[in-house]
Nanobody, 123 residues
Framework: QVQLVESGGGTVQIGDSLRLSCAAS????????MGWFRQAPGKEREFVGA????????EYANSVKGRFTISRDNAKNTVYLQMNSLKPEDTAIYYC????????????????WGQGTQVTVST
């Protein structure tokens, strides 16, 4: 079992950058694929991106491709979401999640979730 805790959210201006972190507990962190999702008020939770246990494999939603980057440090049991050129439509609660199978893009495919961290991009 993996326990996840996100941090790094906050309120930023349009065009700013922000880096989210997701700290995981559990000795098998390096064997899990890690995903980032977000949920805006009144909307369904959507896939942002994911990284495999092999850090060279990543996948992103079209809406964030070229602006967001996912990385992981298995020695620190941490996965990161670097967000650049932020837009108002990026405002949401951001969640990290872990799955044993690559590549999963549906929330229902991820059994383990963090509590989420709020990101607000103000106009």
């Amino acid at each position: 079992q993996v326990q996840l805790v996100e941090s790094g959210g906050g309120t930023v201006q349009i065009g700013d950058s922000l880096r989210l972190s997701c700290a995981a507990s559990g000795r098998t962190f390096s064997t899990y694929a890690m995903g980032w999702f977000r949920q805006a008020p009144g909307k369904e939770r959507e896939f942002v991106g994911a990284i495999s246990w092999n850090p060279r494999q990543t996948e992103y939603a079209n809406s964030v491709k070229g602006r967001f980057t996912i990385s992981r440090d298995n020695a620190k049991n941490t996965v990161y979401l670097q967000m650049n050129s932020l837009k108002p439509e990026d405002t949401a609660i951001y969640y990290c999640a872990s799955a044993a199978i690559w590549l999963q893009t549906r929330p229902s495919d991820y059994p383990y979730w963090g509590q989420g961290t709020q990101v607000t991009v103000s106009t």
